[in-house]
């Protein structure tokens, strides 16, 4: 039974204007970082090619604290923890704004992310608590424009923001936003609350820590800071970690994350697809940025401005996507789509130090194209099975899944382009080893089309029409 203030017809329709804003905030912070990363590094002493912890810390923060963001709001309230949730948000942006070093902006970064985990899970399970079935597809369809609307500008400000201004406006630009968000909350949102169990803390401590390790592992070893035994000792306590998880869930009536889940193959294969593909595809548009500032000297405006392209066709590529479905059906769809992609990003390889820009430009539509079509299609195979009593659940663990397919495409991007700077096979201009690097990110993507193929040809049906 739903508990809920009074809904008046003012917070109906200003509820979505909220939940746009919230998409927005999140969107935009999470591109607008991305070519602001050597001018960063640069400031706090530090090499831009090892600095992909001020992203992993906030990517991996948010992926771990989706559950509990749920549980506070039918708990306490959509309303307060919503607003909690803009507070925190706003404060950990101003903290970063005034950070002087890499561990006092990696703090921030998870301060700032503790807000993200709830801010958008929270506003968009008011909205289906106000909404009559029957409406919530039109309202959902208006809240996420803004998150497409937000990675189209974030890039090309955040390069405007270092070169006119400082790195660090990059993050005071959430404040104003912060500040209208909270003021709205005091008549846009509803405060509903949902009975609940008891949270699973020791499952939370287990799986975040098993994650969490996992990720540093990847970390230090591209920054060349650990050797082999400790990389060793490391995985091997992730491991356990997550044995602990898996055993702990399997006995427990009401666990963070229910494996029980993973019964439904089109869920199943749609996890591990967002997982395993992201791998490839997932470290892309940190590594452009990367590539045009350091490889070939661009400007921060310019890095920021050559992904737009990118972002454009990823916004065009939606309204293709349920035609090519609905007619080649989903397994079909997905490991063409993901063959391609890999040949895609296998094609960077042939950037020389000496091409022009402009050779770049299609490369970079055309990637964001068929990753649109990529992420698009597995995130609603994903869905296409569950039913009223694993909606909420499957809904929440495909948000964590792709909070950590985002981290571990960083992390993964990060070490393949530390291997190949070390490599003397590449040595020379830095183009290089974003050469090898795109070309290994490649192959890896097309070799993660093996999981589609355990899709049937029907899976999906009910989401496609294709029968």
């Known amino acids: 039974m739903i508990e809920t203030s009074n809904i008046n017809p003012k917070m109906l329709k200003f509820l979505p204007w909220l939940g746009a804003m919230a998409i927005f905030m999140q969107a935009l912070d999470g591109t607008i970082l991305n070519t602001s990363l050597p001018t960063i590094a640069k400031e706090l002493g530090k090499s831009p090619l090892e600095i992909q912890s001020i992203i992993v810390s906030y990517t991996l923060t948010v992926a771990l604290l989706i559950p509990l963001s749920g549980w506070l709001s039918d708990k306490y309230g959509t309303k307060k923890i919503f607003q909690l949730a803009i507070l925190i948000f706003t404060l950990g942006s101003t903290l970063c704004a005034f950070a002087t070093s890499l561990p ?7 301060v700032q992310a503790i807000g993200g985990s709830m801010m958008v899970p929270v506003v968009r399970l008011a909205i289906i608590y106000a909404y009559p079935k029957q409406e919530l597809l039109k309202v959902i369809n208006f809240i996420t424009i803004p ?3 937000g990675p189209l500008l974030g890039p090309s400000l955040g390069g405007v923001l270092v070169e006119t201004l400082s790195w660090h406006w990059i993050f005071l630009v959430n404040i104003p936003f912060g500040i209208i968000a909270l003021w709205m909350t005091t008549f846009a949102i509803p405060d509903f609350k949902h009975p609940v169990f008891k949270f699973d803390i020791r499952g939370l401590i287990l799986f975040s820590g098993g994650i969490t390790v996992l990720t540093l592992v990847m970390e230090l070893t591209s920054s060349r800071v650990i050797g082999l035994n400790m990389i060793i000792a490391l995985s091997l306590i992730s491991a356990f970690l997550v044995g602990l998880y898996v055993y702990h869930a399997k006995h427990k009536q009401h666990p963070l994350i229910d494996l029980n889940l993973f019964k439904i193959r089109t869920l199943k294969i749609g996890i591990i697809g967002n997982l395993i593909t992201r791998l490839g595809i997932g470290g892309m548009p940190f590594l452009i940025p990367l590539l045009l500032q350091i490889g070939y000297g661009y400007t921060a405006t310019v890095a920021g401005l050559m992904m737009i392209p990118s972002a454009a066709s990823n916004i065009i590529a939606k309204s293709f996507v349920v035609p090519i479905v609905n ?25 020389q130090s000496e091409s022009p820009i402009y050779y770049i430009i299609p490369l970079m539509i055309l990637n964001g194209f068929f990753s649109s079509i990529q992420f698009t299609a597995m995130n609603t195979l994903s869905l296409a099975d569950l039913n009223e009593n694993t909606s909420s659940e499957g809904n ?7 909070q950590l397919s985002l981290t571990f495409g960083i992390s993964t991007a990060a070490l393949i382009l530390g291997i190949f700077r070390q490599a003397g096979f590449v040595a020379g201009v830095e183009v290089q080893a974003f050469r090898y690097s795109f070309l290994a990110l490649g192959v890896l993507t097309i070799l993660s089309t093996y999981i589609f193929f355990q899709l049937k040809e029907s899976d999906g049906a009910s989401m496609s029409g294709k029968k």
């Open 104 to 110: 006092f902006l990696v703090i921030s970064r998870i």
């Open 396 to 402: 929440s663990l495909l948000a964590v899944t792709q």
């Open 147 to 149: 998150g497409l609307v």
């Open 327 to 351: 007619k080649f059906g989903y397994r079909n769809t997905l490991i063409s789509n993901t063959i391609i992609l890999g040949f895609i990003i296998c094609l960077f390889f042939f950037l």
